[in-house]
Antibody, heavy 119, light 107 residues
């Protein structure tokens, strides 16, 4: 069974930083691209960033480019999201999601970790 | 970015009803469309990909159709578990985008 478990969320002031982690199990981790998708309260999901199975290819949404950095450690079955220069509008539930195909849809999601940016 | 527009935003229906949700793309996305179901407090769950391919384990009462710019998700006979919010998502370009959602409520 595919399992994804996020952690690292919390309350942070505008301009602050946070690092999210996602630990995966139940599949060959290095064979899948991984993604971060966020969802602000009462809103639709928003794709944030993707990293290929080897870590060679990385993409970001324009809204986070230059502020967020995605990375992965295939030995630890983990993917990370380093978030810097956080803004109020980054407040959301952040989900780790597995991609079945590169730059496509998301076939398994974690339970999410809540990030709140507020002074 | 490609804009995805769903209609209606809210739908009231009864158990056993046939329900159809529409998703329109601002430009052609071929068949690169997925549908998700989200229950309150839970993560989205993949239902359909490539516009009409049912994800493994998803009940056959769910079906998807369409190509180009117009797509539909149909639930043939609404069940109590189906009251939830549904999202479409395009993956024609790397900047993937979701529709605003359709909430299916109990009538």
């Amino acid at each position: 069974e595919v399992q994804l478990a996020e952690s690292g969320g919390g309350l942070v002031k505008p301009g602050g930083s946070l690092r999210l982690s996602c630990v995966a199990s139940g599949f060959t981790f290095g064979s899948h691209g991984m993604n971060w998708v966020r969802q602000a309260p009462g809103k639709a999901p928003e794709w944030v960033s993707s990293i290929s199975g080897s870590g060679t290819y990385i993409n970001y949404a324009d809204s986070v480019k230059g502020r967020f950095t995605i990375s992965r450690d295939n030995d630890e079955n983990s993917v990370y999201l380093q978030m810097n220069s956080l803004r109020d509008e980054d407040t959301a539930m952040y989900y780790c999601a597995r991609g079945r195909e590169w730059l496509a849809y998301f076939d398994n999601w974690g339970q999410g970790t809540l990030v709140t940016v507020s002074s | 970015d490609i804009q995805m527009t769903q209609s209606p935003s809210t739908l009231s229906a009864s158990v056993g009803d046939r329900v159809t949700i529409t998703c329109r793309a601002s430009q052609s996305i071929n068949s690169w469309l997925a549908w998700y179901q989200q229950r309150p407090g839970k993560a989205p769950k993949l239902l359909i990909y490539k516009a009409s391919t049912l994800e493994s384990g998803v009940p056959s009462r769910f079906s998807g159709s369409g190509s180009g710019t117009e797509f539909t998700l149909t639930i043939s006979s609404l069940q109590p578990d189906d009251f939830a919010t549904y999202y479409c998502q395009q993956y024609n370009i790397e900047s993937r985008t979701f529709g605003q959602g359709t909430k299916v409520e109990i009538k």
